[in-house]
Every structure is written in C-alpha cells, then in structure tokens.
Nanobody, 123 residues
Framework: QVQLVESGGGLVQTGGSLTLSCVASVAPGGIFSINRVTWYRQGSGKQRELVAR???????TYSDSVKGRFTISRDNAKNTVYLQMNNLKPEDTAIYYC??????????????WGQGTQVTVSS
C-alpha cells in the first residue's frame, strides 16, 4: 500500500499564498514506482477537478483556472510533491487531494489518494 498525506491547507485572504505538501510512504518491503502525482480539488457542491499534475519526467500540467498562479513540484528524495498556490481567490476554496499513480514493478497501474486538506480563501 501507498499512503499519501497532504498538509499545508488553511484559511487565507484573497491574494494570499499557501503551499500544500503531499508525502508518499510505502509499506515496508514494497517498491512502488510513482509515475504521476496529481492535485485535485473539490469545492462544496462541485465535482472533483484536476488542478495540477507532474510526471516522473517532471512534465507539468495545469488547469486553465490556476495556470500562472499555481506551481507543482516534486522532490523525489523526500517522496514529496508540493503545490505552491499564489494569488489565491475565493473560487480556489476547496478540499485539495493528492493522487499518485504508478506500478509495483508489473504492467498493472495503481493509484492512491490522500485524505485531503482544506483550503479556504476569504474575500
């Protein structure tokens, strides 16, 4: 199993910044090769949406709504992916989830989710 733990959420005013972290840990004895790590978010009454994604090759993808304001990065040595969020807006208010996909050394792909961290942007 892979455990993903998000942190860094909180309450911030419009225009403020937050940095979310997603730390991945693997059960002892297991080797999981992470391919992509994706941040999703889900606002109240809304569908979950992709926010940003980073691949093992460090290719970054962003939704149009956050492009230019958010930056995703990964530190493989720390098994951590970050989401730097600048110029936050009230519409960024949501629970942010980390998702990682990859394999256990076989062709089968698996993905895992974190528990989420709340981001609230006040106007």
């Amino acid at each position: 199993q892979v455990q993903l733990v998000e942190s860094g959420g909180g309450l911030v005013q419009t225009g403020g910044s937050l940095t979310l972290s997603c730390v991945a840990s693997v059960a002892p004895g297991g080797i999981f090769s992470i391919n992509r790590v994706t941040w999703y978010r889900q606002g109240s009454g809304k569908q979950r949406e992709l926010v940003a994604r980073i691949t093992s090759g460090f290719t970054e993808t962003y939704s149009d709504s956050v492009k230019g304001r958010f930056t995703i990065s990964r530190d493989n040595a720390k098994n951590t992916v970050y989401l730097q969020m600048n110029n936050l807006k009230p519409e960024d208010t949501a629970i942010y989830y980390c998702n990682a996909d990859g394999s256990w050394g076989t062709p089968l792909e698996y993905d895992y989710w974190g528990q989420g961290t709340q981001v609230t942007v006040s106007s």
